[in-house]
């Protein structure tokens, strides 16, 4: 099924190539091979071609025939790319089933999963690379003046620079600019990973003579006491640590960093520049490498081991701060003494990078990194080196589920719970977590699932044996889960005991906190400052003029924003429909309690970790970086802060309004709740200290509520099965979502009923809808979503896509669907 077989040229033989092309097209072009290229082309590699009237793109070939397209007149193919494939037979069988499965075209998949540099095509803009310092009498003349169009005006389309050329493909040439690191592809251009660095002392080997160190103390004191306050400093401090940082040594000697620089100057003390974690700095790295499992991970360990000798996927449930990540470690291990590759999967890569650092630890140049962060040179290199088995190891996001692997003995992924794993827009719209299961069965490998809060549909899995299932139910070190205190706001408001949001309970908590040098987490799952400005005397709302949605006041901006589609206007001082000046904001966001905190505690140093703040290059790290060096108190989140933070002085974790995450019109509202209460909540006494959290609720006798309390998961599972076997949800039923869209609201009412008529034809009452979702007009396109439940037996899925593509087909086909775009969503939540 996987293997292709090569073809056999001659070079007077016509041969055709079916290729994919980076485009949302439900069927694949066939073009003609000159003659001279008859012995350059093979399955997997790229070559250019013409489609459409003039515009050039960059295409994989699928298959080799002689076979000519009995519809249309085969084009040339202009130019073969690669001197061998870059695109495996795995890859392509694995990007058809996930064009199948998830009811897209295969040039969607390809678009998504190859990186920007192997996808050029005439509108691909290109700029040079300014980090790179090019050798211009080195270059070829072709090379030279592209380099010089590019200083004078620093972005160029393909299309451009064939015209600068004066000939139609210049792709090869770009692809040799690329490689040679001249050039950089804009669309991808983003922030260069940077590991950390810290800079550490050491004493000059000379010094460790005694007899050296004698005379040279009575100098310094004479000449340059705060020096030789440095020194001591050091000396007292590198007794009882490995290393000493600078940072340590300022603040151990009170001397001031021109001091030190001295003594490096002179040569007393000598500095060296390392990587180091961003997290767990404080951790003795002999200690991570060398680390032993406790008797219940080792059990759990070898019950992993056993259960996939009949399980192709195995569940690990384990709470938080259980040492989920030393398993995986040791999986890993006994993967590559088997030489298999191994993909572990992360939701957020970006608030993980203690887990990249602890694995480059252990395993070194074997590991390779692939996310978003990366730019495009980078992304190509580590495509390269998964394709020539360089790297056993690939740790990323979830669209390194598309390198080409050659043998993947395991995919790990970790809080497999995730929304993130989910790919919203643009298609492809797949789940990271099951794709994964899909292809690891390719490879036959295995798949470890990892979670302190599984979702549902994994758990059940297990709990019928289709999966493995392993549990840890010990924080590793004995460390007691924190302890949750829930505190009524309606109470403390009749009480008028609360200060602006924020309660007795949660205050004292604080400021107990500060006063024991202690760090708190506060979560807030809204940005912004206030979600809503309101007229008191008409109530005027401003709302987005390209969606549905009201908009959102940002102090630091002084503007209202949508969140939806970007969109901005200055914040009205007069109501415009009444002209009254009684404007009030009304809720409040991060940036409204970072506000208020800021004027009830004014000495303490408090930052924000949302999308606002997180945008600029390295704000992220700068922030991650802060609170680890703690230069930061109070650290004010949306969920961003319950994903991969670990910091050992954090003991304090305030829940501002639990009743945002409970009051959603969502069947998976309680199970998504209490992950994210439970997540955040792990963030507390992660090292050996039990933690506090405190939540804030109108209603602190919800069920959910009472559940994250009592860490009682099974409860909450059993609750939530019972109520979706009743209403046809998952894991009992399957739902594809249809979302229906047109700029005029009554041709889209005529079009979604008109479909959902048909598609009844088929389906009868599974099929539901048309309805409006939640926001029924985003980026001026109205909505209407139509949703299909099908049960888990008795009826062929497979089936049931293909009719429900055809339906879609024939709609499209008719005048009445004019204007509209139909979008399925396979497995949507």
């Not at 398993?327 to 993909?343: G, W």
Request: with cysteine.
């Amino acid at each position: 099924m996987l293997e292709f077989t090569e073809f056999e040229h001659t070079d007077r033989k016509t041969l055709f190539v079916e290729v994919i092309l980076p485009l949302s097209i439900s069927k694949n072009y066939t073009y003609r091979v000159p003659f001279e290229m008859n012995n350059a082309v093979a399955i997997g590699k790229r070559v250019v071609v013409q489609f459409g009237k003039s515009k050039l793109y960059t295409a994989v070939i699928k298959e080799i025939s002689e076979l000519a397209p009995e519809k249309y007149e085969a084009k040339y193919i202009i130019e073969v790319l690669d001197n061998l494939p870059v695109v495996t037979p795995h890859q392509l069988y694995f990007w058809q089933w996930v064009a199948d499965y998830y009811m897209c075209n295969v040039g969607e998949v390809m678009n998504a999963a190859l990186p920007a540099a192997l996808k050029l095509a005439s509108e691909t803009k290109i700029e040079l690379n300014k980090e790179f310092d090019i050798d211009r009498s080195a270059l070829h003349d072709k090379e030279f003046l592209i380099v010089e169009a590019l200083d004078i005006q620093p972005e160029l389309t393909i299309s451009d620079i064939a015209k600068l050329l004066g000939q139609k493909t210049v792709m090869p040439i770009l692809k040799l600019m690329f490689e040679k690191n001249l050039i950089h592809i804009s669309e991808e251009v983003s922030e260069r990973y940077k590991p950390r660095k810290r800079t550490f002392i050491t004493l000059n080997p000379v010094y460790n003579n005694p007899d050296n160190l004698r005379e040279l103390f009575p100098i310094l004191e004479k000449r340059a006491p705060k020096q030789a306050d440095a020194l001591l400093a050091y000396i007292k401090l590198s007794r009882t640590q490995k290393a000493v940082s600078k940072n340590e040594l300022i603040e151990e000697s009170g001397a001031g960093e021109s001091s030190i620089k001295s003594l490096i100057e002179k040569e007393i003390l000598l500095a060296v520049e390392k990587n180091v974690s961003r997290l767990h700095f404080e951790e003795d790295l002999d200690a991570i490498t060398n680390f032993d499992l406790s008797d219940q991970q080792t059990e759990v360990l070898e019950s992993i081991g056993r259960q996939f000798l009949e399980k192709d996927v195995t569940l690990l449930h384990g709470v938080t701060s259980s040492g989920k990540t030393q398993l995986y470690i040791r999986l890993i291990e006994e993967m590559m003494r088997n030489d298999r590759q191994v993909l572990y999967l992360l939701p957020e890569i970006a608030l993980t990078t203690h887990i990249i650092e602890r694995l480059r630890i252990y395993f070194g140049a074997d590991i390779g990194v692939y996310h978003s962060r990366f730019n495009d040179n980078e992304r190509v290199e580590v495509w390269q080196k998964v394709l020539n088995n360089d790297y056993k190891v690939i740790l990323g996001a979830r669209s390194s589920l598309f390198l080409p692997f050659n043998d993947l003995g395991l995919i790990i992924v970790d809080e497999e719970h995730e929304t993130s794993y989910k790919q919203f827009d643009p298609a492809p719209r797949y789940n990271a977590r099951d794709a994964a299961i899909f292809l690891a069965g390719m490879h036959h490998g295995k798949v470890l699932l990892g979670s302190a809060t599984p979702s549902f549909e994994s758990y059940h899995n297990a709990k019928t044996g289709k999966y493995g299932f392993a549990e840890l139910t010990e924080r590793f070190g004995g460390v007691e889960l924190p302890d949750v205190e829930v505190v009524s706001i309606a109470t403390e408001t009749k009480q008028k005991t609360i200060q602006s949001h924020f309660t007795s309970v949660l205050m004292a908590g604080i400021t107990e906190a500060l006063a024991n040098k202690e760090q708190v987490i506060l979560f807030q799952n809204r940005r912004g400052y206030a979600p809503v400005l309101m007229c008191k005397i008409c109530a005027f709302t401003p709302k987005c003029i390209n969606c549905d949605v009201s908009l959102t006041y940002h102090k630091s901006s002084g503007k209202l924003h949508c969140h939806y589609c970007g969109y901005k206007e200055d914040s009205p001082s007069i109501c415009p429909a009444c002209g009254s000046t009684h404007l009030e904001y009304k809720g409040f966001g991060t940036e409204k309690i970072e506000d208020e905190l800021s004027l009830l505690l004014p000495d303490a140093r408090i930052a924000r970790m949302d999308l606002d703040t997180t945008r600029a290059r390295n704000s992220l790290q700068t922030i991650l970086n802060d609170l680890e060096e703690k230069k930061i108190d109070i650290l004010v989140g949306t969920q961003m802060v319950a994903k991969g933070l670990d910091f050992s002085d954090v003991t304090l974790i305030g829940i501002i309004n639990a009743d945002s995450l409970l009051k959603f019109p969502d069947y998976r509202a309680n199970e998504r709740s209490f992950q994210m209460l439970a997540q955040v909540s792990g963030r507390a006494g992660r090292r050996g200290k039990q933690g506090k959290v405190v939540i804030q609720t109108y209603d602190p006798f919800h069920r959910v509520i009472k559940q994250v309390i009592a860490n009682d998961y099974n409860d909450l599972y059993y609750t939530e099965m019972a109520e979706r076997k009743s209403f046809k949800y998952p894991p009992f039923y399957r739902i594809i979502n249809l979302d229906i869209k047109h700029k005029n609201p009554e041709i889209l009412y005529n079009q979604s009923v008109y479909l959902a008529n048909e598609l009844r034809k088929h389906f009868g009452e599974r099929v539901i809808g048309p309805e409006s979702p939640l926001i029924s007009r985003i980026r001026n396109f109205y909505i209407k979503s139509v949703m299909l439940k099908f049960e888990k037996d008795g009826i062929s899925i497979v089936k049931a896509k293909a009719i429900l593509k055809d339906v879609i087909v024939q709609f499209q086909t008719t005048k009445l669907s004019k204007g509209s775009i139909v979008q399925p969503d396979v497995d949507p939540y």
